[in-house]
């Protein structure tokens, strides 16, 4: 088994859902040898579940890496050019009509706006393919990105494409080999404001001069606006799949980044 796909699969025992099956499993073992330890896991599973899909615990979580970054359009400085990583795009398979946009899309519309503002002369897309996940007549995602940038009005002549890439590091890897070449140090980094802690260490490893431009946000100022209700205090309090999805991605990265911090690519 290949690293890319341990990478993969091993997370998903650590991840809330994954885990309390885990140890839910578990339970199932005691129960038939180990009764009286039954409750542990049981407990356990439950409580890691119902923190993971609270509101409060979800937010606060996420709002500590989105966070770390904020920036209007209008204050972005210019740069030489403009990264966008791939993970927001899904391809064109029957029956969709066009490739479509997933929520991490946002990276695409906020590239042409930055483009459009003249932050830049030059986006490079970044994104390829996993292979046990992709059709073999699907397209990079960075060709699907480019697709949509030339439909938001971004000529394709200001466009570069690196469609290899599988993860993160790869994405700041193979741009630098790409721009270099181009005497290329300062972009405008464009990714999820949750991915942007992380995108923003590996690229700056790799000797870029990294401006970020988070987009993406899943928690607002919004999501603070004290509300003391009894209503709105007991809704909130109930398990939310929306919450433990939030959740999930940001303990993906926190992850991520204690793994390329042990791998020396942060």
Known sequence: MDFLFLSKLLPLFLYPLGFACFSLLIALVLWWKFPRFLPIPIILALLVLFLSSNFFVSNLLVKSLEWQ???????????????????????????????????????????????????????????????????????????????????????????????????????????????????????????????????????QKQGFDVIPAPTDFFVTEQDFIKDDSWQNIIINLFPNSTYLYNTNLALKEYLGIIIYKLKGWI
């Open 69 to 203: 970054y904020l920036a209007s359009p209008s204050s972005i400085d210019n740069a030489q050019a403009i990264v966008v990583l791939g993970g927001g795009i899904k391809p064109l398979v029957y029956p969709r009509p066009m490739i479509d946009l997933a929520e991490q899309g946002d990276r695409v519309i906020y590239a042409s706006q930055l483009y459009k503002m003249k932050k830049s002369p030059l986006i490079l897309v970044s994104g390829g393919r996993i292979p046990w996940k992709a059709l073999e007549s699907q397209s990079s995602e960075a060709s699907d990105m480019t697709k949509l940038l030339v439909l938001l009005g971004v000529p394709e002549s200001a466009i570069i494409k690196e469609g290899k890439s599988l993860n993160t590091y790869e994405n700041a890897v193979n741009t630098r080999l790409i721009l270099e070449e181009k005497g290329i140090k300062q972009i405008i980094l464009v990714t999820s404001a949750l991915h942007m802690p992380r995108s923003v260490k590996i690229f």
